[in-house]
């Protein structure tokens, strides 16, 4: 894999020696003639003592110590081009206890020392203070590490301010002037030694490398305050200052040959403090090249105070072997700062800890010229187990591979800020970032980018998480326009993982986690997955941990994008409340608010799936006002609303909306859902791939779906749409409830109008299939189910209510009430079925004004049961299908099934038709059927001549109260079928208008058992046809020619019956004449009326007069009254003539006598003998008396007696 290089180019291994052979070749080329001076002065001393004085000249003395400034005042100093070779060289040391001063000077070309020991070869500031300053080309060379110096044990180095009390500068000063030590510089040491450090005192060091100078050394463990020395350590401290200005002028921190990791150590202890200060072109290189070694950085441990600084195009650059190379900022206790402005840089770190093991640390880079560059795969932590915070701000740059926030149990801050400003993140294999305690905001323009080497990622875990560990807290803000996060793989919010390994805790057991992503006034984030709250998991995990998510999408302009991988087409992925058992997981609360956005899929993407409640735990959703909204950008889309024992709620309001989803999805799968859509503008479009629609309350899930106030949603010009409320498959308990309440609240489906040769499908909708399904549309509401394609493959357009399905019940309700409220099924074959299959039941509710629009209407069918309240509104059915089939409305379709409607107060049911086709009212066709009519409703059918029907078949009855059945030109057929056991019944005024009426007949083939009983109402038709096995009676109207071959019996008990039209007797007809004694001695009959002028053909009429109760034809014969004119007359003057009589017979019977020998003539009146029947009692007695058991206490009623 290929790594960006850093922009400024790091001092490589080779470069430390070549630093040392320049200053050799500088000292080895200068003339001799041009020797400077070597002076010592003062306090000095020497191991083994060596000359008093030192020669002017250069020394070559290897095996001498020399000390300056012993318990005084002392100088060694060398000029240009002149050599000293000594052992080891201290500057200030004590004599008995005495503190020594010192300030020398090496300095100009050529000029070299040579420090070769095996000891400590260089000490400035020992016990007391002293200076040293290297300058103008000069060289000290200590870095060859034979003899002792190669022992591992061995310290070979230099002490700036080694001893408490004591103050130390050591500069480097000048172009080519250069030095380099084996071992380390320790600067600022608290050493208490009894032969001169001061109790209680500070070590004072100061390091200065100027002007293009160069120093190089192993390592460095500076500032010290817990050194124990001869005596126990008390209130000593230390403090280091280590500067580095200019162009070239550098620190090469690494291995020279003594195999020691390349380590600067910058305070310890918590009396420790220290400064490190890069400028202008300044360079500290810390390089470890030994693949068994590490290199280190580390500002501030166990309480010291450190701050550094880097600015100016000042750097650091970092490289380990395979150990790798740390970069600690406030580490075990301490405190550290690191700020990177003005050009400053930071290169090749692989582990950066700022604030770790309970320090406290800050990394801080400002300017756009400013950036760290670490490696690829380096982790950099903020706050791991401590409190850390990271800034980047003004432009500046930072690249890791991972970034982790506050891990176990830590506290992390980052702040990302600013036009330019970018954090680049790209380990493999691992998260890029994580947020685990603590938070990051990224804002005013700043980028994290975690896209990198996506190729890489297809088949390893790259992904990004925020807050997902049991206990914590983790919060991430992407503030501002141009603002943005920018990850692949996942971005998780919110968990509960919970897991305490050997070394490390990740996540507390039992613990309750919070997380908040929050993007506001014109951020953004992207990302390829998502899964916000998480429920307990991990090895630690003890069940009771439950997570908090928060996200917030807020302002025009903000958005999250959630793409799927187009690298190789896997899908967008947006899941809540993932994992958790038995109800515990995670809450999470989604808002979307003034015009965010959250967008599911991309174009190169097929599918894109979000799941609002999976697996446990509870979500609220929130999409509010305009411009905001969740957008589905790929082909094929699904939003589910509370699944797999989750439940959820989303609520789209104040012209929120969510749109491009094919399929919405409201509980599912043991889930609870609800969706409100609720103001106008407020909705959800549906997409244009091949399938989509709404489930709501499926597969043993439980759902609600709110349409309200003017809300719309749009799913038309679908290839293959469906609506599904409350169904299962394999026996699931689901509910699902679909509301639609306000004016211009809309559900709207509609088919694509695709040519006859597409795999197009028309809209339907299940309500109730397997399951418990209610819909209401309400106060102005629509529901509209369009077909459009015509295609021979396309089904009916249809919403069926109330369907069973693998033994499972279907109960489906939907109601339609208030002015304006409509559903509508209509295009392409539209039709309404409600209960099918032996165990679905429906009801079907239009009330106060509501309407509903089809083209075939079904209440009951294939042993199923449907019914229909129709209280106010209005049923309208037109148009036909492909087939030809006409509007019709059905009430007991097929064997089993049974139907019935009730309409009342002026509700109206309108089949029309126009086409050949015609209408069709059928009450119980194969099965039973109950049709009610009252307060003024009316049922009216409109087709061409001879095209309407109304049939009343099967065990079904039709009553009309108060109320009207219009089928003009079209026929009326009541038990018209055989077997069939059917009854129409006119009550109150109702009224009944056809061109032909069949009762147990159609046009003269007669069928089953059929009864047309009008009261107080008006039948009109051309023709009114009564069958063998059909009875008419009742006290009204009838304006019709009839033709009777079954039973006429006016009145009701008794009563008047006017006919307006011809009568015509058939084969085998029969009149009934009723009389009842009123109690009063008088008499009540009933009295067939004619129209003067009708046409009258009484030839084979059977009449029988029926006494009825107790009344006494006896006593009824001696009145008077029983003369056929008194039944049977023309409604005003004149008699109908009693030879009309010639062909018809007579026949009485009575229900409370027995009537014998009765004769009867239109002239001559009645003759007969009538005993009364014995009472119950006396036939008990009879019986008993005769020792007769098993009598039947109910009597056939006695045969009538003929006259014939």
């Not at 609303?641 to 799968?669: E, P």
């Not at 369907?803 to 209509?826: E, K, W």
Request: proline share 2%; aromatic share 6%.
């Amino acid at each position: 894999m290929r790594t960006r290089r850093s922009a400024v180019r790091p001092v490589c291994p080779k470069r430390l020696s070549l630093l040392v052979a320049q200053a050799m070749l500088m000292w080895l080329a200068a003339p001799a003639t041009e020797a400077g001076v070597i002076e010592l002065s003062g306090n000095y001393w020497s191991d083994p003592w060596y000359a008093t004085p030192f020669p002017a000249g250069d020394i070559y003395q290897p095996n001498v110590h020399l000390s300056v400034g012993t318990g005084g005042n002392g100088t060694f100093s060398m000029g240009q081009l002149t050599y000293a070779s000594l052992r080891s060289l201290a500057y200030a040391v004590s004599n008995n206890g005495v503190a020594g001063s010192s300030t020398s000077t090496i300095s100009g070309p050529g000029t070299l020392l040579e420090l070769t020991g095996n000891e400590g070869r260089l000490t400035v500031g020992g016990f007391g203070t002293a200076s040293l300053t290297l300058a103008d080309g000069a060289a000290i060379h200590s870095w060859m590490s034979g003899g002792g110096c190669s022992n591992v044990n061995s310290w070979c180095g230099v002490n700036v301010a080694g001893t408490a009390g004591s103050e130390g500068t050591f500069t480097l000063t000048g172009k080519n002037t250069s030095a380099a030590f084996v071992h380390g510089i320790d600067i600022a040491h608290a050493y208490r030694d009894p032969n001169g450090s001061v109790s209680g005192g500070s070590a004072i060091g100061h390091l200065n490398v100027l002007d293009g100078a160069h120093l190089m050394s192993e390592y460095s463990y500076s500032s010290d305050s817990e050194l124990t020395g001869w005596q126990t350590p008390g209130t000593e401290s230390s403090h280091a200052s280590i500067l580095i200005n200019g162009a070239g002028s550098a620190w090469a921190i690494g291995n020279l040959g003594s195999d020691r990791n390349a380590v600067l150590s910058l305070g310890y202890g918590e009396r420790a403090t220290a400064t490190l200060d890069i400028e202008n072109g300044g360079t500290l290189a810390i390089y470890e090249s030994d693949i068994f070694r590490y290199s280190a950085l580390r500002l501030g441990a166990n309480g010291a105070h450190v701050t550094a600084n880097v600015s100016g195009g000042g750097s650091i650059a970092m490289q380990g072997g395979t150990l790798g190379s740390n970069l600690d900022i406030g580490a075990n206790g301490g405190f550290g700062t690191l700020n990177v402005f003005n050009g400053g840089k930071l290169s090749g770190a692989q582990y950066i800890g700022v604030g770790t093991h309970g320090g406290t640390g800050a990394l801080l880079i400002d300017g756009s010229t400013s950036s760290a560059t670490f490696l690829s795969g380096s982790f950099l932590d903020i706050g791991n187990a401590g409190t850390g915070r990271l800034e980047i701000t003004g432009g500046a740059g930072l690249s890791a591979g991972v970034l982790n926030i506050g891990l176990q149990g830590g506290d992390g801050t980052v702040l990302l800020s600013g036009a330019g400003s970018r954090l680049t993140l790209s380990k493999t294999d691992n998260h890029r970032f994580n947020i685990e305690n603590g938070s990051m905001t990224v804002s005013d323009g700043a980028v994290l980018d975690a896209t990198a080497d996506a190729l890489t990622c297809l088949n390893v875990w790259c992904g990004n998480v925020i807050g997902t560990s049991a206990g914590y807290q983790a919060s991430l803000t992407v503030t501002g326009a141009g603002s943005r996060v920018s990850v692949i793989n996942s971005l998780d919010v919110g968990g509960a993982w919970a897991e305490i390994g050997s070394g490390y805790v990740n996540g507390t057991p039992g613990g309750i986690s919070s997380a908040s992503l929050t993007v506001r006034d014109g951020g953004k984030v992207e990302s390829q997955y998502a899964t916000v709250g998480s429920g307990p998991n991990g090895p630690s995990a003890i069940g009771t941990e439950h997570s908090f998510a928060h996200v917030l999408l807020q302002g025009t302009g903000s958005s999250w994008t959630v793409s799927g991988n187009p690298l190789n087409n896997s899908n967008a992925w947006f899941a809540t409340n993932s994992g958790g058992s038995d109800g515990v997981g995670s809450s999470v609360d989604l808002r979307i608010l003034a015009g965010a956005e959250l967008i599911m899929g991309s174009t190169g993407v097929n599918t894109a799936i979000m799941k609002l409640g999976w697996q446990n735990g509870a979500t609220t959703a929130t999409v509010s006002g305009a411009g905001s909204r969740v957008l589905f950008a790929s082909q094929y889309n699904e939003l589910h609303i509370g699944s797999d024992q989750a439940s959820a709620t989303l609520n789209v309001t104040r012209g929120g909306r969510v749109d491009g989803v094919s399929n919405l999805v409201i509980g599912f799968n043991g889930g609870n859902g609800t969706a409100i859509f609720d103001g106008a503008g407020s909705g959800a479009s549906g997409s244009e791939w091949k399938y989509g629609g709404i489930d709501v309350g499926v597969v043993g899930g439980h759902g609600r779906l709110q349409i309200s106030n003017g809300a719309v949603l749009d799913f038309r010009e679908v290839r293959n749409v469906a609506l599904n409320v409350g169904v299962s498959y394999e026996g699931e308990s689901s509910t699902g409830t679909l509301s639609i309440s306000g004016a211009g609240s809309q559900l709207l489906f509609s088919s694509q109008a695709a040519p006859a040769s597409s795999d197009a499908q028309n809209p339907w909708a299940a309500i109730g299939f397997g399951g418990v399904g209610q819909v209401s549309v309400l106060n102005g509401g629509l529901l509209s189910l369009i077909g459009q394609t015509s295609a021979e493959t396309a089904y009916s357009t249809g919403l069926y209510l109330g369907i069973d399905i693998n033994g499972a019940s279907g109960t489906g309700t939907a109601t339609v009430s208030g002015a304006g409220s409509r559903l509508q099924v209509a295009g392409v074959d539209g039709e309404i079925a409600a209960g099918m299959g032996t165990l679905g039941s429906a009801q079907v509710s239009v009330l106060n004004g509501g309407r509903i629009e089809t083209t075939k209407f079904n209440l009951g069918l294939d042993g199923g049961h449907g019914r229909l309240l129709a209280d106010g509104g209005t049923v309208a059915l037109s148009g036909q299908w492909r087939n030809g089939e006409g509007a019709s409305l059905r009430l007991g379709s097929g064997a089993g099934a049974s139907g019935s409607a009730q309409l009342r107060n002026g509700a109206a049911i309108t089949l029309a038709n126009a086409g050949e086709g015609g209408v069709l009212l059928s009450v119980g066709s194969g099965g039973s059927g109950v049709l009610r009519a009252d307060s003024g409703s009316a049922i009216t059918l409109i087709a061409g001549a001879g095209k309407a029907v109304a049939e009343i078949n099967g065990v079904s009855s039709m009553v009309l109260n108060a109320s009207s059945l219009s089928a003009a030109g079209g026929s009326v057929y009541v038990g018209g079928q055989g077997g069939d056991s059917a009854t129409l019944k006119l009550e109150n005024n109702a009224s009944l208008t056809a061109d032909y009426v069949g009762v147990g007949t159609r046009y003269g083939v007669d069928g089953g058992n059929a009864t047309l009983i009008v009261n107080g109402s008006t039948l009109t038709a051309g023709t009114l046809e009564i069958g063998a096995l059909g009875y008419v009676g009742g006290n009204g109207t009838l304006v019709a020619d009839i033709i009777n071959r079954g039973v006429f019996n006016p009145g009701n008990s008794p009563g008047t019956l006017v006919i307006d039209g011809d009568f015509i007797n058939g084969l085998g007809g029969r009149l009934v004449l009723e009389v009842e004694s009123n109690g009063a001695g008088g008499y009540n009959i009933d009295h067939l009326l004619f129209k003067n002028g009708a046409a009258l053909d009484f030839s084979g009429l059977k009449i029988s007069f029926h006494f009825l109760g107790a009344t006494d034809p006896n006593a009824f014969n001696a009145s008077g009254l029983f003369d056929i004119d008194n039944f049977i007359d023309y409604q005003g003057a004149g008699d109908i003539d009693h030879g009309l009589y010639s062909g018809v017979s007579f026949a009485a019977e009575s229900d409370g006598y027995t009537i014998t020998d009765f004769r009867f003539s239109a002239d001559g009146g009645a003759a007969f003998s009538a005993q009364p029947v014995p009472e119950p009692g006396a036939y008990a007695m009879l019986l008993a008396g005769l020792g007769l058991v098993g009598w039947r206490r109910r009597r056939k009623a006695p045969a009538p007696a003929r006259a014939d």
